[in-house]
């Protein structure tokens, strides 16, 4: 079955750190570029950060510029998104999504994970 399954989600007070992890399963992520988004109760799907299949190109939403982190290792077929100085307003359910030799951000995706809840409180 191919799949993407995130993971790393948790309650975390503000100004805390998560670490998510999207792993692939089923196929290599090796060609495809990886985006994060995130979901809040109420409001619509947004991007939150991108990595090219190399790994040389990132980018990322002007929201979590400078506390967030996307890295690949594609050796553990697995994506990384690093969440620094958490906010209240980033909770939210935070999803990962493959696109076959695609550059960044995404466009016609190809596999999404279930998603992992990520709640920002004190």
């Known amino acids: 079955q191919l799949q993407l399954v995130e993971s790393g989600g948790g309650l975390v007070q503000p100004g805390g750190s998560l670490r998510l992890s999207c792993a692939a399963s089923?196929?290599?992520?090796?060609?495809?570029?990886i985006g994060w988004f995130r979901q809040a109760p109420g409001k619509e799907r947004e991007g939150v950060s991108c990595?090219?299949?190399?790994?040389?190109?990132?980018n990322y939403a002007d929201s979590v510029k400078g506390r967030f982190t996307i890295s690949r290792d594609n050796a553990k077929n697995t994506v990384y998104l690093q969440m620094n100085s958490l906010k209240p307003e980033d909770t939210a359910v935070y999803y990962c999504?493959?696109?076959?030799?695609?550059?960044?951000?995404?466009?016609?995706?190809?596999?999404w994970g279930q998603g992992t809840q990520v709640t920002v409180s004190s």
């Open positions: 999504a493959a696109e076959l030799a695609a550059p960044c951000p995404l466009d016609l995706i190809d596999y």
């Open positions: 089923g196929f290599t992520l090796d060609y495809y570029a």
């Open positions: 990595i090219s299949s190399s790994g040389g190109s990132t």
